[in-house]
T-cell receptor, first 113, second 114 residues
Framework: QQQVKQSPQSLIVQKGGIPIINCAYE??????FPWYQQFPGKGPALLIA?????SEKKEGRFTISFNKSAKQFSLHIMDSQPGDSATYFC????????????FGSGTQLTVLP | NAGVTQTPKFRVLKTGQSMTLLCAQD?????MYWYRQDPGMGLRLIHY???????AKGEVPDGYNVSRLKKQNFLLGLESAAPSQTSVYFC?????????????FGEGSRLTVL
């Protein structure tokens, strides 16, 4: 059973656009929500993470918005660049669990020049 | 630092053959994980280890075995490969005290089972 639902599956934007990737969860025992970025032929790497008691977090051009009551969170990429073309995964970390993360299904982002 | 290193990077097997994927990390991390990545399925946890000599099942453990004889190494074995195990396999590690969801991943091992 997938506990983190991610959409869309793929996304194409023009350079300078603001792609938005959405995720939803159900389990209230999650206590951290990281986003991972994966380039072709590479492993995923942590991009940015947020706690559920914070509504927004920015790191450079990347912003996470978090809506605790709706159990939803999203990644926004400001002024997107072709170099941002990658697959993005949202994830949720279970409190106190060694298993760590449940991942969303991934979004393949293409930023056209 | 090399970080997390996976070998081999590519492998083709015939149905019924066996093989072992090796993961090595040089960050002295306690926890190590094996995931598989399939299109539209995200990353699914196969097995994990919280320390040398310990292993536990993840979300999709059937058909796989693991061993953690040394702290820096985590092996994933397929005893009798099936076409359904065609996938990209990722190893990851983290420090025991890391609680923000940051895992360090290798570059993956692409396995094709014919």
């Amino acid at each position: 059973q997938q506990q983190v639902k991610q959409s869309p599956q793929s996304l194409i934007v023009q350079k300078g656009g603001i792609p938005i990737i959405n995720c939803a969860y159900e389990n209230t025992a999650f206590d951290y929500f990281p986003w991972y970025q994966q380039f072709p032929g590479k492993g995923p790497a942590l991009l940015i993470a947020i706690r559920p008691d914070v509504s927004e977090k920015k790191e450079g051009r990347f912003t996470i918005s978090f809506n605790k009551s709706a159990k939803q969170f999203s990644l926004h990429i400001m002024d997107s660049q072709p170099g941002d073309s990658a697959t993005y995964f949202c994830a949720a970390k279970m409190m106190g669990s060694a298993r760590q993360l449940t991942f969303g299904s991934g979004t393949q982002l293409t930023v056209l020049p | 630092n090399a970080g997390v290193t996976q070998t081999p990077k590519f492998r083709v097997l015939k149905t019924g053959q066996s093989m072992t994927l090796l993961c090595a990390q040089d960050m002295n991390h306690e926890y190590m994980y094996w995931y598989r990545q399939d299109p539209g399925m995200g990353l699914r946890l196969i097995h994990y280890s919280v320390g040398e000599g310990t292993t536990a099942k993840g979300e999709v453990p059937d058909g796989y075995n693991v061993s953690r004889l040394k702290k820096q190494n985590f092996l994933l074995g397929l005893e009798s490969a099936a076409p359904s195990q065609t996938s990209v396999y990722f190893c990851a590690s983290r420090d025991r005290g890391q609680n923000t969801g940051e895992l360090f991943f290798g570059e993956g091992s692409r396995l094709t089972v014919l």
